[in-house]
């Protein structure tokens, strides 16, 4: 069955969706392209998984327990972690067709960008009382684009000064770079270096933040510094 209706239907349901916008770099579309859609058990089974992570990463946090609970409960937050990237990469594509519908109002791929972001902290604070998952990852990537529309447009009211040139070229080769990156990648680093609102965070908060231990935070730091280091030069980001 997956192997002659699953293929099918994901192609009926992807023609379905808004083309991709021309600005959407090669890679992430293949990337998307890559990714299998999930069938109602395989959902299901995440967004359960994900949720038991959360609370296993919440008694951690505020509970003391024994160490043979602990390492049970460390368990279900590393499942739970995984669980809530592949929720991630499989919604992916719901993000551009969202910032098709703000084209122009900022660069396109900073607009997906910030759709990413919606889609993290929809799968880190989803519940079933929300409804679907599809349904709340939706309302998250607009509210979060829509939000970073808001703050341009009211930056250019104001009339703030705008950065130097040096810091906008800086800006602009850090968002490319992370474009390489997923969607969870992406929200480590922002988080760590306070690529978003300049506020810098220490693995703990991160951690707390995305429902997982400390340990699995410098993990996909690592990683994600490491294929960073693959795509752009030491030098220009040092500048």
Not at 139 to 168: F, K
Request: cysteine-free; hydrophobic content about 40%.
């Amino acid at each position: 069955m997956r192997t002659t209706r699953n293929p099918r239907s994901a192609r009926a349901r992807r023609s379905k969706e808004p083309a991709p916008h021309p600005a959407l770099p090669q890679s992430y579309a293949a990337m998307i392209e890559r990714t299998p859609s999930l069938d109602e058990a395989q959902l299901e089974s995440l967004l359960e998984r994900a949720v038991a992570g959360a609370d296993a990463a919440r008694t951690l946090d505020s509970t003391a327990v024994s160490p043979s609970f602990r390492v049970q409960l460390e368990a279900r937050v590393k499942d739970g972690q995984y669980a809530k990237e592949r929720l991630v990469l499989a919604h992916l594509r719901l993000v551009p067709a969202v910032a098709s519908s703000y084209s122009g109002r900022l660069p396109f791929m900073d607009l997906v960008q910030e759709g990413n972001v919606g889609l993290v902290r929809a799968a880190d604070s989803y519940d079933p009382a929300h409804g679907t998952f599809a349904a709340y990852a939706h309302r998250w990537v607009r509210r979060s684009i829509v939000r970073a529309v808001a703050a341009a447009e009211h930056a250019e009211q104001a009339g703030q000064n705008g950065p130097t040139p040096e810091q906008t070229m800086l800006r602009r080769r850090v968002r490319q770079a992370l474009r390489h990156l997923d969607a969870v990648e992406a929200r480590v680093l922002e988080m760590r270096f306070g690529l978003l609102d300049g506020t810098t965070r220490t693995l703990d908060e991160i951690g707390r933040r995305l429902g997982v231990t400390k340990e699995r935070v410098a993990q996909i730091l690592e990683s994600a510094l490491a294929r960073l280091r693959d795509v752009v030069s030491p030098a220009p980001l040092a500048a």
